[in-house]
């Protein structure tokens, strides 16, 4: 691990460049020390309110995150059924349920989501379901576009206070995203069945 957190801390020190490297590594099968949301708090913060510059931290480590993503989707697509098999089958099972339920909106708030929130075991089932490469790719990116902008925004705005107030509230967060994710799921479902009478 050693290895990862000075491979981690150079990669940062390159900044937004880093950043995409960080993020897509993270993403794919390898997590670093701090991550990209550490990353992004301190490259954001050194940005001294500039939210262009926030914006385009945030930009570039959704990018990264996205193309990471696939990687790991790509090997839920080819032969996921044994990635899987180091998760726990029960979650495994719930999660491939939801997703059939829920759809894209799960991948949204699974990479929204903080961790320890499984966003890899998504990821993968994700690809053993066979989503759409683009749908799961526009859902990533997505979420984590709101993810890291609300994390690039909160640094650029507050600085190094920034760190304290998302420890402080990301349980409030959390319940927010769920509250929402849980309304946008009634509406499709709504939608869905009204489909069905219609037809």
Known sequence: MSILNRLSEYLAVMGIPGLLIISFLDSAFMPLAGGPDAVILVLATLSKGDLAMAFWIALSATVGSTAGSMILYGIGLKGGEKALGRFNPDRVAQMEQKMRVYGAWVI????????????????????????????????????????????????????????????????????????????LCIIRIWRMRKNKSVV
């Not at 949204?108 to 790719?137: D, E, H, M, Q, Y």
């Open 108 to 183: 949204v708030g699974s990479v929204i989501a903080p961790p320890p929130f499984p966003t890899k075991l998504v990821v993968l089932a994700a690809g053993v379901l066979r989503i759409s490469k683009i749908r799961f790719a526009a859902s990533v990116f997505i979420g984590r576009l709101i993810r890291y902008s609300l994390i690039a925004w909160l640094a650029a705005k507050f600085g190094e206070q920034a760190a304290e107030i998302i420890k402080a509230h990301s349980k409030e967060a959390a319940v927010i995203l769920v509250v929402i994710l849980l309304l």
